[in-house]
């Protein structure tokens, strides 16, 4: 696992959708046509604000899937994750996607992750673009993460450090709003994408960063089974790298 330190957040930004449009270059280059995995937080504004500038790819040989969704709640919600998706990256692209497979966050929660888990088990990512929770979760695998499951979504339940994170970012006026359970894409898909990009702003996210990057692989801290992938890149602010650099 590499690790990149950048004073702000666009260079941050910048850098990470450069790496990953490189990628989706160079495997379209070499196949007809391609898919990626994408987070939907506000540690990615930088990042999907940047990819969606690269008119250079060609956007229409590319399907994308998204990491997670809140259970109960519809695509047109202020924090929906495919609404997120749809206004933050797919509008603003050159020429449209081949695909986005949402996940249905109003639909039976085991019948979807079914249903989108089948689309997904066709693909291969080539990257997939993600961030860390304050927690230490990706996606919404929180602590005690499952790393065995092969399935490629599951239903997991939030913990209230994640929940309240949704509510410091925004996202929620209050604890008791935030959904209690949502739809994950699984810990072994994320690591099947053969280069992850992790972007990482904020120095609330200092301490997960800092356990991630020095702690070992272990179920509490999610992040960790990073580690493990052969392509894997932290892209920090300098906030969020503030426990490493000292």
Same mark, same amino acid.
């Given at each position: 696992?590499?690790?990149?330190?950048?004073?702000?957040?666009?260079?941050?930004?910048?850098?990470?959708?450069?790496?990953?449009?490189?990628?989706?270059?160079?495997?379209?280059?070499?196949?007809?046509e391609v898919c990626i995995v994408m987070a939907?937080?506000?540690?990615?504004?930088?990042?999907?604000?940047?990819?969606?500038?690269?008119?250079?790819?060609?956007?229409?040989?590319?399907?994308?899937?998204?990491?997670?969704?809140?259970?109960?709640?519809?695509?047109?919600?202020?924090?929906?994750?495919?609404?997120?998706?749809?206004?933050?990256?797919?509008?603003?692209?050159?020429?449209?996607?081949?695909?986005?497979?949402? =996940?249905?966050?109003?639909?039976? #929660?085991?019948?979807?992750?079914? $249903?989108?888990?089948? /689309?997904?088990? !066709?693909? &291969?990512?080539?990257?997939?673009?993600?961030?860390?929770?304050?927690?230490?979760? =990706?996606?919404?695998?929180?602590? #005690?993460?499952?790393?065995?499951? $092969?399935?490629?979504? /599951?239903?997991? !339940?939030? &913990?209230?450090?994640?929940?309240?994170?949704?509510?410091?970012?925004?996202?929620?006026?209050?604890?008791?709003?935030? #959904?209690?359970?949502?739809?994950?894409?699984?810990?072994?898909?994320?690591?099947?994408?053969?280069?992850?990009?992790?972007?990482?702003?904020?120095?609330?996210?200092?301490?997960a960063v800092w356990k991630t990057v020095g702690?070992?692989?272990?179920?509490?801290?999610?992040?960790?089974?990073?580690?493990?992938?052969?392509?894997?890149?932290?892209?920090?602010?300098?906030?969020?790298?503030?426990?490493?650099?000292?």
């Amino acid at each position: 696992m590499d690790v990149r330190i950048f004073k702000t957040k666009d260079e941050l930004g910048a850098e990470a959708a450069s790496a990953g449009a490189d990628k989706i270059r160079k495997s379209l280059a070499e196949r007809s046509e391609v898919c990626i995995v994408m987070a939907s937080a506000a540690s990615q504004f930088e990042v999907v604000e940047a990819l969606a500038r690269h008119s250079e790819v060609e956007w229409g040989r590319v399907t994308l899937f998204h990491l997670d969704e809140y259970i109960g709640i519809g695509a047109d919600h202020p924090a929906s994750f495919s609404r997120f998706l749809r206004e933050r990256f797919i509008e603003r692209l050159s020429c449209p996607l081949k695909g986005f497979h949402a =996940i249905g966050g109003e639909n039976d #929660p085991h019948k979807e992750c079914a $249903r989108v888990g089948g /689309l997904l088990a !066709e693909e &291969d990512p080539v990257v997939a673009f993600i961030g860390i929770g304050e927690n230490g979760h =990706i996606a919404f695998n929180d602590p #005690p993460a499952d790393f065995v499951t $092969r399935d490629p979504y /599951l239903v997991v !339940e939030l &913990d209230e450090m994640c929940r309240q994170q949704q509510v410091g970012e925004g996202w929620f006026p209050e604890l008791e709003a935030v #959904p209690t359970h949502a739809i994950s894409m699984s810990v072994q898909q994320i690591l099947k994408a053969e280069r992850i990009i992790c972007s990482v702003p904020d120095e609330r996210k200092a301490d997960a960063v800092w356990k991630t990057v020095g702690g070992e692989v272990n179920p509490e801290v999610p992040a960790t089974i990073l580690q493990n992938h052969g392509d894997c890149t932290l892209y920090l602010d300098e906030p969020a790298a503030s426990m490493i650099q000292r």
